[in-house]
């Protein structure tokens, strides 16, 4: 069992930078894949970054250059910064962890808002 606190959403400008956070509690952590996702009203989620539990990073096309994913096992956190912000970056953000093939937990999303 994990679960998932996520924290650092808000309002920002167009151009501007957030650090999105997700603390787990829970056992074995750091052998999780962990991820972002994001769902904007009257969308479906789509899949932001993820990073395994050996580091390695993927990120979707709309974000990679200006968005990072990292994490620190010894905090149980995986954080999401993101960079050069644009309105449609909009979004509630999940956090996830995962376990192949099947284990999956949710976080209950943090907002994040782009104004033009």
């Known amino acids: 069992q994990v679960q998932l606190v996520e924290s650092g959403g808000g309002l920002v400008q167009s151009g501007g930078s957030l650090r999105l956070s997700c603390a787990a509690s829970?056992?074995?952590?750091?052998?999780?894949?962990m991820g972002w996702f994001r769902q904007a009203p009257g969308k479906q989620r789509e899949l932001v970054a993820t990073?395994?539990?050996?580091?390695?990073?993927n990120y979707a096309g709309a974000v990679e250059g200006r968005f990072t994913i990292s994490r620190d096992n010894a905090k149980n956190t995986v954080y999401l910064q993101m960079n050069s912000l644009k309105p449609e970056d909009t979004a509630v953000y999940y956090c996830?962890?995962?376990?192949?093939?099947?284990?999956?937990?949710w976080g209950q999303g943090t907002q994040v808002t782009v104004s033009s």
């Open positions: 829970g056992n074995i952590f750091s052998i999780y894949s």
């Open positions: 996830n962890a995962a376990q192949f093939p099947s284990l999956n937990y």
């Open positions: 990073i395994t539990s050996g580091g390695s990073t």
